[in-house]
Each structure stands twice: as structure tokens, then as C-alpha cells.
């Protein structure tokens, strides 16, 4: 519970950020990967990275939780 509480917090906390941000959307290089509509390749590729780091983390967890059993640490 605490995981998940803190999970929103985060992503709570970095919305607050991007609302900040959205006075200006004349990006030209934006607007050039738009216009060509190269910025899927973009999106696609963060969400890539960031599944990566996603997976990642939860496979050490689980490997953290197996060595924590198997040492009897609480």
C-alpha cells in the first residue's frame, strides 16, 4: 500500500509540473516531428525506456524479496 500511495504522489507531483509548462507550444523542432509525423518514433521510444526501467526494477525487487526469505530478514 505504501508503494502504490507513493507511486501517485510521484506521477501527481510531476503533473503539477507539466501543467506549469503549458503556456508555450511553439517547439519548432516539435512541431517539425509532428509535421512529419516522426514524434510516434519519439513516444515510442521513451516508452520503451521506461518500460525497460520498469521491468527491471521490479525483477531486482523480486530478487531482493527471494534473498530476504531465504535470510529470514523482516
Known sequence: MKRIS???L???AISG???A??????????DKLREDGKIWVV???VAVI???IAINML???????KIEKDL???
Open 6 to 8: 507513493l507511486i501517485l
Open 10 to 12: 510521484t506521477l501527481l
Open 17 to 19: 509540473n507539466l501543467f
Open 21 to 30: 509548462q503549458a503556456g508555450d507550444t511553439s517547439v519548432a523542432m516539435a
Open 43 to 45: 513516444v515510442a521510444v
Open 50 to 52: 521506461f518500460s525497460g
Open 59 to 65: 525483477r531486482i525487487d523480486f530478487k531482493l524479496k
Open 72 to 74: 529470514n530478514i523482516k
